[in-house]
């Protein structure tokens, strides 16, 4: 018996469109994720890039658990001293609603090259309008 690997040529890769309006943002990514790395092909294998292509629309439409919206923080730092930012999700929300699903995919992808090359397969859109019309409709 022989493991069977899939050759780069041989990957087809497939756009899924996932409407975010009223899905719970942490479900949402796991499912989003899924996808980005190819765990639902049937030649998935981790150290080979099979993934396929995500659209996610109606991102400001998402719905949060629990007391999330006024309790949860997002963290970032500059490297400088005194360079803590601190950011609420009610006020992600309002400014850039696309940033939060980016950070919650990004960080169930592997920390390695592979991830950074998934993640580009990534398009959020805040509503329902997008630019990748052609892609869904060949698939």
């Known amino acids: 018996m022989r493991t069977y690997l899939p050759k780069r040529d041989m990957i087809e ?5 996932i409407d975010a309006k009223g899905r719970i943002l942490g479900r949402l990514a796991v499912e989003v994720v899924i996808f980005l790395r190819g765990k639902n092909k049937v030649f ?11 659209i996610v629309i109606n991102m400001s439409k ?10 949860k923080v997002y963290f970032s730092h500059s490297g400088h001293p005194g360079g ?3 950011t609420p999700l009610s006020v992600m929300m309002e400014k850039n609603p696309t940033k939060i699903l980016f950070k919650a995919v ?5 920390k390695n090259r592979l991830a950074s090359r998934q993640i580009k397969r990534l398009k959020i859109f805040k509503d329902n309008q ?3 019309h ?6």
């Open 106 to 110: 990004k960080g169930m992808l592997p």
């Open 130 to 132: 997008h630019i990748h």
């Open 13 to 17: 890769r497939k756009w899924h469109l």
């Open 84 to 86: 803590v930012k601190l």
């Open 44 to 54: 998935y294998t981790n150290h080979i890039d099979c993934g396929d292509f995500v």
């Open 62 to 71: 998402v719905i949060f658990t629990g007391k999330k919206i006024s309790q």
């Open 134 to 139: 052609a892609q869904v409709m060949c698939n």
